[in-house]
């Protein structure tokens, strides 16, 4: 009889694919993750990936990664380290050596360790696991390169296309050593080459053959099981930011009862957004590519002049070049959904990395008095709701809305529990029948006098002919303008018109503990790092809580009230500090500490607890 495999359970486990850009790890981390979520397991994904289109092959640079965090508890990050690792070759070993938890499992195509393969990732041994001491870990080397091409030779693919297959062996390794069913692997692989059939197969028999490997080494290595999480009964998928923002775009459109306009050039990493509107014309949605940044928004503009909700994607540079066109759609006074998915910089900068930058940008970086709303979605799931939360302002208020997302969020995804959109209030564009002042006949730039939001007059609509533009307006005639008083008129009314919107939104809350010896603010991205850090030191006996902002302009308006109330205050955020000074020029006597990481990476989890720990014990 053989031995039987060592089953361990666990609450969470965080599983890590790496290799070239070329070897299809963002694909087989995906794939893994829609299976983990299917069978109710709880999930944070981070997919990172090289800015060049192809680097050399095995090179350093040239690695891409895929790290899923899956459990029966509410998981919040993708996680610090790695339990399990599967490395395509030496440059993805060395890489990622540092995200390795002591006895980990490492999965490595022994085929991909030739002298060569050592060189190109700078090995000065023949022996890579013993000159970065893995002698603790669980090595499974196995000649998966061959094995995939002899396990495929029925289907006479050449060796180039039958070592591609090389990754769907590894996902079944993986897949065995967490007790996971093939079959809805099998239907994702169906899906994705359903034109090309044989391929499918291949990739299925490869991932099969991989499972069955694991089996006839049992005895090697430990295997895990998981449990699934009791979730609350609905229909469930795994979700990027990216995609969440387009399904909340879609949902605000769908609700007010308007179509949907989304202008975009395409920019990593915001992209996908236009890809994702762009395959839902059956809904009713027009999304196009335009030749640039500019020439995008303005044609989100005008859709919304037309009557449509107007929405343009990007990211920090590109929001650049929007600038003035955002200025115009703030003397206009017309609904525009600006998403901004912020990556590091300045500059190209980091194109494929992920950082906080754009804020400050965000809020002051136009000509002139030029006041918008600003939203920062949280989590990739939280995407979905600040995107539904930025067409409803848009709508209702007649103003430009930015939403901040991130690289991280925008491509990292989450178990997500498809919502009724029932559930959600109600959108109710602010249009020109709600007027109801008899005395003085309709201008373009006549207000609801208690929001001071202007009424909006789709074109066609009879006897509503107007005109409006960049070009500053009388406040009664709606005429053009250049009177001094008259200026300082509108340009208080636009910035009281956004101020207004703050007794409108959620007031501001806090989780952990109310009576908290630090209170961490945080805002955007990083929410499930200091979400996980806050609950580590709770665990730990201290008391700490946490005030993650979604609405940032305008501030909510128990906001000053929250900040103020505890003694010590960390903003923590991944810039030199943008929210912190925000804040400090808003609510006059708070002076917070500032914990700032600019590394192109999320916060690791164990530094957070560390640094903010001190800050209690200090």
């Known amino acids: 009889m053989s031995e039987q495999t060592k089953v361990i359970s666990l609450e969470k486990v965080v599983v890590r694919f790496s290799g070239d850009s070329g070897d299809g790890m963002q694909l087989t981390g995906t794939i893994f993750s829609n299976l983990s979520a299917i069978l109710g397991n709880d999930i944070s994904t981070f997919p990172d990936f090289p800015a060049e289109i192809r680097a050399p092959q095995g090179s350093l640079s040239g690695v891409s990664g895929f790290q899923v965090h899956l459990g029966a508890r509410k998981i919040y990050t993708p996680g610090d380290k790695a339990d399990v690792l599967v490395a395509m070759n030496p440059a993805a070993l060395k890489v990622n050596i540092g995200f390795l938890k002591p006895h980990s499992i490492i999965i490595v195509d022994t085929d991909s360790f030739g002298k060569s393969d050592l060189d190109k990732a700078k090995f000065v041994t023949d022996d890579p696991f013993t000159e970065l001491g893995l002698g603790g870990m669980q090595i499974v080397a196995a000649p998966i390169s061959t094995m995939v091409k002899d396990g495929l030779t029925e289907f006479g693919l050449d060796n180039k296309s039958a070592v591609r297959c090389k990754n769907m062996f590894a996902l079944g390794l993986v897949c065995w050593l967490f007790q996971r069913p093939l079959d809805e692997a099998m239907n994702k692989l169906r899906g994705k080459f359903a034109k090309k059939p044989v391929i499918a197969q291949a990739n299925i028999k490869a991932l099969t053959d991989g499972y069955n490997y694991g089996h006839n080494i049992h005895a090697s290595v430990s295997t895990y099981r998981i449990e699934s999480m009791k979730a609350e009964p609905g229909f469930y998928t795994d979700v990027n930011g990216n995609k969440a923002t387009s399904c909340g775009l879609i949902a605000a459109a769908e609700k007010a009862g308007v179509k949907l306009f989304l202008g975009s050039y395409p920019i990593t990493p915001a992209t996908d957004i236009l890809q994702e509107l762009a395959a839902r014309k059956e809904l009713g949605v027009k999304a196009l590519q335009f030749e640039d940044e500019i020439a995008g928004i303005c044609t989100a503009i005008g859709a919304s002049f037309a009557g449509a909700l107007g929405a343009t994607s990007t990211s920090g540079p590109g929001l650049a070049l929007k600038s003035e066109a955002i200025g115009l759609a703030v003397i206009a006074e017309l609904p525009l959904v600006v998403v901004d998915v912020q990556r590091g910089g300045p500059s190209t900068g980091l194109p494929t990395k992920s950082e906080q930058t754009d804020l400050m940008q965000t809020l002051y970086g136009r000509n002139g008095e030029s006041p918008v709303v600003v939203l920062a979605a949280s989590t990739p799931v939280d995407c979905f709701d600040s995107a539904y939360w930025a067409g409803k302002i848009a709508l209702e208020y007649m103003t430009p809305v930015v939403l901040l997302t991130d690289s991280f969020i925008a ?109 961490i603010v945080g805002w955007g991205g990083t929410f499930g790092h200091l979400c996980e850090a806050m609950e580590t030191m709770r665990e730990n006996g201290h008391k700490v809580a946490l005030a993650h902002f979604r609405f940032i302009s305008p501030l909510p308006f128990n906001a000053s009230d929250l900040l103020l109330k505890y003694g010590k205050v960390v903003v923590a955020e991944q810039n030199n500090g943008q929210f912190a000074n925000y804040l400090r020029s808003k609510i006059a006597g708070f002076n917070p500490i500032k914990f700032n990481r600019i590394k192109g990476q999320p916060f690791i989890v164990s530094r957070l607890v560390e640094e903010f720990t001190k800050l209690i014990e200090a």
């Not at 002042?437 to 066609?460: I, M, Q």
């Not at 636009?494 to 109310?514: F, L, N, S, T, V």
């Open 411 to 519: 491509n990292g995804s989450s178990a997500w529990r498809i919502p009724d959109l029932e559930d959600y209030p109600a959108i109710t564009p602010h249009y020109v029948s709600q007027y109801t002042d008899e005395s003085k006949p309709w201008k373009a730039y006549h207000r609801d006098p208690e929001t001071l939001v202007r009424y909006w007059a789709v074109p066609g609509t009879e006897g509503f002919a107007h005109r409006i533009g960049g070009l500053e307006k009388d406040f009664e005639s709606s005429a053009i303008s250049t009177e001094p008083l008259n200026h300082q008129k509108m340009v208080a009314t636009r910035q009281a018109k956004i101020d207004k919107i703050a007794a409108h939104i959620p007031e501001q809350e806090i989780i952990g503990d109310a009576d908290a010896d630090l209170l």
